[in-house]
C-alpha cells in the first residue's frame, strides 16, 4: 500500500515500534495527535506531512510547542528507518497499517467516533467487508457459555448471515471464538478486533483460511505482538462497537466500554443478555435485555437497524 506523507507521518507520531512499548519518545494518544494535527493545519504547512525535516526550533515556533513537546515530536518523527524495517516485516505476514489518510479508511469509524477515531490501525485481511452491515458478538473469556446462550449465538449468528450481516467479534476465547466458528462453518463474513496478540491470532488456522478466502478481516490498534489489556480492550470495543450495527453483550466484566458506547450512542443497538447478573448495570443505563431468540425475532427487531442506518445515510448525503 501507498503513502501519502501525511500517512507516514501520521504513523510515526502515533505507532509503537516495538510490543513492550520500548521507545525513546511515547507516541502520541489520538488526543495528543488531534492537538497536533490541528496545529498543524493552521501553521504555513497545512499538514503533518511536511514537518517531518523539521528541526525542533522549527517545531516550537511554528506549531507553538513547549520544548519538551517539540522534541518528543521531533524524536518520533525522525524514527522513518525504524518505521521502514517494522512495515517490511509487517508486510511478510500480510499486516499492514491503515491511516486517516488512507482511502480505505473506513467512514463509519469517523462518523461515529469524530476526533476519538483512531489515527492509524492494522489490519489483515479483506477491508472491503467493512462496507457491508454488521452485527457484533460480544463476550469476555473465561465465563462458562451455557447451553442456552450456545444456542443463542447460533440463532444470532445464523440468521444475520442469512440477512447479509457480518459477524464482529473482539477475537476473545468463549463466546467470540464459538461465532467465528459458526461464520467459517456457514461461509459468512467475519471481522475480528482486537485488543492485543494480533500476530498469534492470524496464526489460528481457521482464522488464517477465513482471511485467505477473502471473509476475513483482522484488525488491532495496538502492535502485532502485543498482548492483550484490559486497557486494549477498552480501546478496541470504542471501535468494534462504532462498526457495528447492532450488538449482542452476552457477558462482561462491566470494564469494557459497553456502557461508554451506551452513553455516546457509538452503536444505536446494544442489546445485554438478561440472565447474565453483570450484564445488569448496562442493562439498568439503557441496553436492551435480551433473552432465547428464534429466527422470527430477530428479522423482527432487525428492521430497527436498517432503519437507523437509513437515516444516518441520509443524513450524511445532505451534507
Not at 490501525?121 to 446462550?149: E, K
Not at 500476530?199 to 482464522?207: F, N, S, T
Not at 478481516?217 to 502485543?226: F, K, N, Q, R, W
Amino acid at each position: 500500500m501507498g503513502h501519502t506523507d501525511d500517512a507516514y507521518a501520521a504513523m510515526l507520531l502515533t505507532m509503537a515500534l516495538s510490543p513492550n512499548k520500548e521507545e525513546y519518545a511515547r507516541p502520541l494518544s489520538t488526543a495528543e495527535f488531534r492537538r497536533f494535527e490541528a496545529a498543524a493545519r493552521e501553521s504555513q504547512f497545512h499538514g503533518i506531512g511536511k514537518l517531518m525535516d523539521m528541526d525542533i526550533s522549527g517545531l516550537m515556533i511554528y506549531l507553538n510547542l513547549t520544548e519538551e513537546e517539540a522534541y518528543r515530536a521531533f524524536t518520533l518523527l525522525h524514527r522513518g528507518v525504524q518505521l521502514s524495517y517494522a512495515l517490511e516485516g509487517f508486510a511478510a505476514q500480510g499486516i499492514e497499517v491503515v491511516t486517516q489518510y488512507d482511502g480505505d479508511y473506513p467512514d463509519r469509524l469517523r462518523r461515529k467516533l469524530g476526533a476519538g477515531a483512531p489515527p492509524a490501525f492494522y489490519r489483515c485481511g479483506n477491508m472491503a467487508l467493512l462496507d457491508r452491515p454488521a452485527v457484533a458478538i460480544v463476550g469476555i473469556s473465561g465465563v462458562r457459555t451455557t447451553p442456552q446462550i450456545r444456542a443463542a449465538i447460533e440463532t444470532l449468528v445464523r440468521g444475520a448471515v442469512a440477512q447479509g450481516y457480518g459477524i464482529l467479534t473482539g477475537g476473545e476465547p468463549g463466546v467470540s471464538h464459538m461465532a467465528a466458528q459458526l461464520v467459517a462453518e456457514l461461509g459468512g463474513s467475519l471481522v475480528n478486533i482486537l485488543g492485543g496478540g494480533m500476530r498469534e491470532h492470524l496464526a489460528d488456522d481457521g482464522i488464517a483460511l477465513l482471511v485467505a478466502g477473502g471473509n476475513g478481516l483482522v484488525l488491532s490498534l495496538e502492535h502485532p505482538d502485543a498482548m492483550f489489556t484490559v486497557s486494549h480492550a477498552i480501546a478496541r470495543n470504542r471501535v468494534l462497537f462504532a462498526l457495528a450495527d447492532a450488538a449482542f453483550v452476552f457477558n462482561t466484566d462491566g470494564r469494557r466500554g459497553e456502557q461508554e458506547a451506551l452513553q455516546s450512542r457509538t452503536c444505536d443497538w446494544i442489546y445485554a443478555w438478561e440472565d447474565f447478573p453483570a450484564n445488569q448495570p448496562l442493562i439498568a443505563r439503557g441496553a436492551t435485555p435480551f433473552g432465547p431468540l428464534n429466527e422470527e425475532e430477530l428479522r423482527k427487531i432487525s428492521r430497527h437497524w436498517v432503519s437507523s442506518r437509513s437515516q444516518q445515510m441520509n443524513m450524511f448525503d445532505l451534507l
